[in-house]
């Protein structure tokens, strides 16, 4: 079987999995090697495997009775940040290496969620409860332990972020007009954080417009996320805006079997028999 076959099969039984079954790094190097088919998935297991283990090592020597939320982040501080060298791409942030994680083991650079993606791999191997937030423009984590919680920037060095930081982050990248609002705090799903994942890149391309790019990467998406309406939605109007009719309608019919939204149906009916009758 070839990397990109391989890779499809990985993401297509992601897609019927339970969300909290999935396995983050496993799906994220998929989503690389479809963009990079020649990469040897084994090397870059093996490295997600060392900084786990990288990680259990520093957990057994340096404990000493200590495991406390702080102790937990300076470990995978070290770790990650420290031993393995992994920082934010301040410089290039853009560049589209920053979102295959293949290319973000390779240059230890990367986007806020593909070092997110290694940051809860890693403490979720430990049994640290980890999830990613739904803050916008900027991809955190938060870890917990008895109770106690705390944001970390996985961007930068996997700092502490304190509100004071989180306000001036958002104001940054939503405008000085945001503010802080509970919704940002929330938890998101491993499927959100792989979506996250990848419309950085879709967004890239359609920035670029580059619609068949777009395209490609949001049939990957739909294959580790088959029941996600506006994932369909999305692809049928692409689809149309290409000219690519039929696809287009089989996208937008899916769309409508999945949406629950009437105000969205209504719209989408009605496109579907513009598009046919253009077909006719």
């Not at 890779?7 to 297509?12: F, K, V």
């Not at 057994?60 to 791409?89: K, P, T």
């Not at 997110?116 to 332990?145: C, D, T």
């Amino acid at each position: 079987m070839s990397n990109r076959a391989e890779a499809r099969e990985i993401l297509r039984r992601i897609g019927d999995q339970p969300d909290d079954e999935i396995d983050l790094a496993e799906a994220a190097l998929a989503l690389g090697a479809l963009e990079l088919p020649n990469a040897d998935l084994a090397l870059y297991r093996a490295h997600i495997r060392a900084i786990v283990e990288d990680l259990a090592a520093r957990v057994a020597a340096e404990d000493q009775g200590n495991d406390s939320l702080e102790a937990r982040i300076a470990h995978l501080h070290a770790v990650i940040g420290g031993r393995h060298g992994y920082s934010g791409d301040h410089d290039t942030y853009d560049d589209l290496q920053n979102a295959n994680l293949l290319r973000v083991i390779d240059r230890r650079r990367g986007l806020p969620v593909a070092l997110g993606i290694l940051y809860m791999h890693a403490a979720r191997s430990q049994g640290w409860p980890m999830v990613g937030l739904n803050f916008p423009g900027h991809f955190l984590v938060r870890i917990e332990k008895d109770g106690a919680r705390a944001i970390i920037d996985p961007f930068n060095e996997g700092q502490t972020r304190s509100v004071v930081d989180l306000r001036d982050l958002l104001k940054a990248t939503a405008g000085s007009a945001a503010e802080l609002e509970p919704g940002h705090y929330q938890p998101v799903s491993n499927r959100d954080v792989l979506l996250r994942l990848q419309n950085n890149i879709k967004l890239r391309h359609l920035s670029a417009h580059d619609v068949p790019k777009a395209l490609e990467v949001l049939e990957a998406m739909r294959l580790f996320a088959p029941h996600e309406p506006a994932l369909w939605r999305e692809t049928g109007l692409l689809e149309a805006h290409a000219g690519n009719l039929k696809d287009a309608i089989t996208a937008l019919e899916t769309f409508m079997a999945l949406t629950g939204d009437d105000h969205h149906r209504h719209q989408t009916a009605s496109l579907i028999q513009q598009l046919k009758n253009r077909l006719n």
